[in-house]
């Protein structure tokens, strides 16, 4: 037997007491994993000493009590929803979810005062949903404890585990009016996080190609009273990027400012700097963010109308400038909006715009010549009406851009994309609501003269069944530049579809979800150069039982693409299935998953990952350990798995080919006011001598970053 750390704990004599009583209970499933990956697997093949030695300290401290807060559950609902991640028309913008996600975790609603327009920043939550929740406060508040969620019939156990990182228990007295500057400076919070990434291994950009160092850094500086006023700095620097350098002479590469003011009178919101907007389904603008069709059937079809600031690190897809909600009546009110902004682009050799850049990278000669050589100009508004629960609202948007955008219509699919320099857009958008239906939608015209249309039907048959049915048509010619729609596969254009989809109890702790989508497109795709359709069909269920949670979860898609001639369409047929069960008694918390993937495409191929988390909290401390052993045979079975990592910071790593990965997490908290979160993750291939290609290539077969983080509150 090889000297793993198992090995360690056997030879001594603990191993044997570390199985013992309530602690065996706990994570029998754990060590059997570790067990395997550190004794048959090879030594060369596993992951540095140092990250299996911390693992074993990390199984040591089972003896020591603990008493810790439900932390982190709200990962496994966004792994449902990055179900597209990865596809070349992913309807989900990952990391703007993410940091929303994030961001509303780490500054939790407070339950008795939360309003419903903050309630409906949770985009879990069905319109229903949010009804009971502020119908229960206001009957029987202010609320004692977040475990009298389980009176309110529509919150499945889901939703109240959901609930748990989003909200807290606190006094009821609200402000009565806006508040005066003096308060705002002397009771407001200030929070300064810090973040450093740093790779153990060298790019070949890194010798020659990136004009930076190799380490990415950002900081973000954030400031609120309440609800009423948000503020805030981000700066951030990929690696690679020059620093203090080049076109970077103020340091940073990024720079993103916001401030957020709301409730101030018949003023209802106000955004100045960087902001998202959404409106309606997102037909005339949407930069916000698309939720993929699991969060569609979670939030039942939910319509949201919202401004939110850009606080996010993300280059692209924000508007700057300033906008505003106005109160016009008690059941009218009125949005405007005015933005103008730099963009990267690919210019054409006439000097106008090929393509318009999203990645934000600056690292090149070439990249840096595409730097901010653009500019957009953006300005609209929406003028909406409510009554009982009646919505109806108008929205218009103009673009402009300062070179006409050309891109090459040589390839077919490009022949509709938006050209021109200026671009318009008007839409309305429509809702009614009731404890048993909800209706939305939207449809909009433009330039193009052409239409787009989503529409959404929710029906609760028992408090314990419901379904949804959304209906599209976006004609391949219809074009909006800031248009996004999470039920169009991201793009709202050249499709028309129907998606039926269903959510049923059958029992306290059993929830199962499944909709069945089919996708008609006329013109021609990216690698499909006719009419072509989808389909698409999805199962999930969760049980949860005391401390247990199991889940099981699958999908499968149809989808066509061009043969090698490009002749005829062929079929390409994906399948992903999951499943996985979890323990979590508030101190040790446990998960084992497997996944596996099935394609039909040039080729059978197939795929799995097993993959085992442990996790140990202590009132100030987290540790957690996770790793994974993944074995594919091509790229069209690669699989996906969310890691934790440090605040406001992605990570849902694609796995493809053979190999093992594994990462070590603490979460510190110093004290009150200060936080450090450390993370080490490790990855090596089995099956190959180089990682990546281009300047991204890493000569060898390992891969290790370290990520640091500092945030400090005030």
Known sequence: MRGGSFGVFSGSGVGWRLLQGHF???????????????????????????????????????????????????????????????????????????EVLCDLSAHPLNINTATREELSQLPFLSATQIEDLQEYVDRYGPVRSLNELAMIPSLDYRSRQLLMSFLYVGDRQEEPSFPSLSQIARYGHHELTATGSVPLYERKGDENGYLGYPYRHWLRYNFNYGSFVKAGLVASQDAGEPFFANCNRAGYDYYSYYLLIKQLGRLKTLAVGRYRLHFGQGLVINNDFSLGKVALLQSLGRQVNTIRAHSSRMEANYLQGVAATVALTERMEATAFVSHRSVDATPTADGDLATLLTTGYHRTESEIRRRHNATQTLYGGRIAYAAGGLTVGTAAAATMFSQPLHPDTRQLYRRYYPQGSRFWNVGIDYGYQSYWLTLSGETATGDSRAWATVNTASLRLTSDISLMALQRFCSYRYTAPLGSCGAVGGKVQNESGFLLGAQWRPSRGLQLMAYGDYAYHPWARYLVSQASSDADAYLSAVYAKGRWTFRAKGRLRFRQRDNDDKTSLVRRDAQRMSVSGGYDDGRWQVRSQVDVSFSQYQQHSRGYMITQHLSRKWKRLLLSASASLFHTDDYETRLYAYERGPLYTMNFPMSYGRGFREYLFLKWEVSKNAHFIGKISHLHYFDREVIGTGLQQINGRNKTDVDLQLRLKW
């Open 24 to 98: 065996y209970k706990n994570i029998h499933s754990s060590l059997a994993v570790w067990y395997f990956c550190y004794n048959f697997v090879p030594m060369e093949r596993c992951a540095p000493l140092l990250l299996r030695l911390l693992a074993a300290l990390l199984l040591l401290s089972a003896g020591l009590s603990a008493n810790a807060q439900n932390e982190g559950s709200w990962e496994a609902l966004f792994e449902d929803w990055m179900e597209d991640a990865g596809d070349d028309e992913a309807a989900v913008d990952q990391e703007a979810v993410f």
